[in-house]
């Protein structure tokens, strides 16, 4: 030790192991380089297959949610209309008043009431809709008719949900047929059937020649959908920040790691390889505390090089 190794002799000895004058600097920061493309490139592509699967997920709870709220709002449409059924239909006739009278009707009742709550949500609406209706507020619109005549096409269904564009964002709506019972007929038949006073307010025009157990329209509660799909993208977003950040931070500490126990301890053996393949003098040993695999590495480094200067010397020698 300490002793300037010949320098031809050192060169033979290492000329199967490439060049001499490495760049530790550049070796290690391969090495960072490599580990963190490879991290954040399977960060990415699980980041890309989590986005796509959670943006799904959030979209299908979100219509899953504005279709509960649908249901809710035909719920209390029913809720209305029976309660004016029992409660208010009867009482013109309980009080000895035989003449029709429009607030006992229950499809006026839920109409003006959910209409009422249309001027304050104008995109949230329930209406009964009729083909043919007694009102002509309640016309359908293009879209409406259509949900009545595939009522009329496939009488066994119960309910449809559709979902259709509009000028302010997707609107899904949830449909139940409307079926004309016989006992419906009185006021929906002919207008000499209907009460008198039901002409004078409604005219004989509209509302007339439905057909026993003919569907006739269709109940139909509309949502907008944009708002909750818009909260499904935020929340996705905000998602990804979340798991952006964290990666963030765990592949600092991960560097900060690698560094100071792999890629420093290796550059700083790399160099005392390289000083000693040199012949330079007073090369130090390395060293390192511990029992992990670098200390251990350190150890059995520092034995080889021991033996290859006793080796070395002993050509010497000869
Ligand atoms: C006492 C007469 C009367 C009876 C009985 C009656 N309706 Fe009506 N119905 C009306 C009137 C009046 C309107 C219009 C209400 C309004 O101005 O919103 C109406 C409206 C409707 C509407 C909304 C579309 C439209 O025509 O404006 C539907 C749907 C409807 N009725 C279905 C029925 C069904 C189904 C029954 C049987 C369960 C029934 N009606 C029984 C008088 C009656």
Redesign the pocket.
């Known amino acids: 030790m300490g002793r300037r190794w010949p320098r031809i002799r050192t060169r033979f000895l290492w000329s199967g192991i490439g060049r001499h004058d490495v760049d530790h600097k550049e070796v290690a920061m391969r090495l960072i380089v490599k580990f963190n493309l490879v991290i954040t490139l399977a960060f990415v592509a699980g980041l890309i297959v989590s986005a796509l699967l959670m943006r799904e997920r959030f979209v299908a709870n979100a219509r899953t949610e504005v279709l509960a709220n649908a249901r809710i709002m035909m719920q209390s449409s029913d809720s209305i209309m029976r309660y004016t059924k029992q409660e208010v239909t009867p009482l013109p006739q309980a009080l000895g008043h035989d003449k ?1 009278v ?1 607030a006992a ?1 229950p ?2 009742a839920a ?1 003006s009431i959910f209409e009422d709550l249309r001027r304050h949500y104008p995109d949230y609406s329930v209406r ?3 083909l043919n ?3 002509l ?2 016309r359908p619109t293009e879209s409406e008719a259509d949900i009545v005549n595939g009522f009329r096409s496939f009488p066994d269904r119960t309910e449809m949900v559709t979902e259709r564009q509009t000028p302010n964002g997707p609107i899904m709506s949830l449909s139940r047929p ?1 079926v ?2 016989p ?2 007929l ?3 038949s002919t207008p000499a059937n209907a ?1 008198s006073a ?1 002409i004078d307010t ?1 005219g004989s025009a509209n ?1 007339f020649g439905w057909q026993p157990n003919e569907t ?2 269709a109940q139909i509660v509309s949502v907008p959908l944009s708002l909750p799909l818009a909260r499904a993208e935020e929340a996705v977003v905000h998602l990804l920040l979340t798991c952006g950040s964290v990666f963030l931070v765990v592949l600092a500490v991960l560097n900060l790691f690698l560094y100071y126990l792999v890629v420093k301890p290796i550059r700083d053996m790399a160099k005392i390889a390289n000083d000693v393949s040199l012949g330079k003098p007073d090369t130090p040993e390395y060293e390192r505390q511990g029992s992990d695999e670098i200390a251990t590495l350190s150890l059995s480094f520092n034995r080889m090089r021991r033996s290859l200067e006793g080796a070395l010397r002993l050509i010497e020698g000869t």
Do not use: K
């Open positions: 029709f429009r009707v499809f006026f109409g009964n809709v009729a209706p007694t009102n507020r309640d409307l004309a019972a006992e419906c009185v006021c929906h009460p039901m409604y509302g006739v329209g």
